[in-house]
C-alpha cells in the first residue's frame, strides 16, 4: 500500500473532516469584528463634523460636475416618489430601516449557511467601509437636500420617517458624508455576495436590493449619483485587491457563476467523497479485480 492509498492517522483533520467542508471561524471573534466594524462606521464618521462650509462648497461643485457631464437630474427620480404620499413614506421607510438589517442578516447566513464565502465578505465590507470613511474625512459632502441649488425636497423631514435630526444639533451622525454612498456599496456587495454563493437561477434577482436602494438614496436626495459612483468603484477596488487570496478554508474564490463539477454533482447526490477520491477509489476496485 503507497502513501497515496494510506489510511490517514486517527484523529486527523482528514478523517476529522470531509475535503470540501469549511470551518468557520470563532464565533466571539466573529461577533467582536463585526461589531467593531458597526462601530467604527457609526462613530468614525463623527470625525468629520464641523467642515460645513467645506461640505456646501463640495455640494455646489459636484452639482455642477453632474451637469457638466449630463448626468440625468436626481429631481426626475424624486418626482416619480411625489406622486403620492404613501411611496415617499415606503422610500423613507426603506432608507432608514434596510440599510443595517440587510447586511448584518447577510453576513450571518454567510457565517451559518456559507462559511466558504463568510471570510472574504467580511473583509470586503470591512476594506470598502474604511476607505469610504477616509473619503468622508478628506471630501465632506453636503447632500443634495441640504443644498438649495438642486430644488430637492427633504422627503424624509416632510413626509417621515427621519433618520437625521437637524445638522447644526445632530450629534448621533455626520451628515456631511454623502460620498461615498455607504448605503449603495453594502447593498451592491450584498448582492455580489449572495449572487456568487448561491446556485439557484434566481439569484440574479439580489441585483434588485442596489437597484432599489440606489433609487431611494436618489429619489429621497440623500445622495448623489456620483455618490453611488464612487462606492462602485471603492467596492471593485476592494474586490480586485481580497479576491484574489483565499478564503478560510484555503480555497479560491471567484466571482464566475458557480457550475456543476463532478465533486458538487456527487454533494448534491449526498455523498462526501470528492471526485478525485472517487476516481482513485475506481481504479484501486479495478485494481483488486
Known sequence: MNARTEPAPAGSDATARPPHVIARPPLVRELLLVAG?????????????????????????????????????????????????????VANTY?????????????????LRRPAH?????????????????????FPLAPPRMLAATGLVDTARVYGPSVYGNPATDSLSNQFAAMPSLHFGWALMVAIGLIVATRSRWRWLWLLHPLLTLLVIVGTANHYWLDAMVATALLGLALALILPGTSSGGTP?????????????????????????????????????
Open 118 to 138: 463568510y471570510v472574504w465578505a467580511r473583509r470586503v465590507l470591512a476594506a470598502v467601509t474604511a476607505a469610504a470613511l477616509a473619503l468622508h474625512l478628506l
Open 95 to 111: 432608507y432608514a430601516a434596510v440599510h443595517f438589517p440587510a447586511t448584518v442578516a447577510f453576513l450571518v447566513w454567510l457565517y
Open 37 to 89: 466594524l458597526f462601530l467604527v462606521y457609526k462613530f468614525g464618521r463623527q470625525l468629520a463634523t464641523g467642515h460645513t462650509g467645506e461640505a456646501f462648497h463640495n455640494a455646489q461643485r459636484v452639482w455642477d460636475f453632474e451637469r457638466a457631464v449630463q448626468l440625468p437630474g436626481e429631481g426626475a427620480v424624486q418626482s416619480l416618489l411625489l406622486h403620492g404620499d404613501g411611496l415617499v413614506h
Open 253 to 289: 474564490v471567484s466571482l464566475r457563476s458557480p457550475h456543476r463539477t463532478a465533486t458538487t454533482a456527487g454533494r448534491a447526490r449526498g455523498t462526501l467523497v470528492p471526485a478525485q477520491g472517487r476516481s482513485e477509489e475506481q481504479a484501486l476496485a479495478g485494481a483488486g479485480r
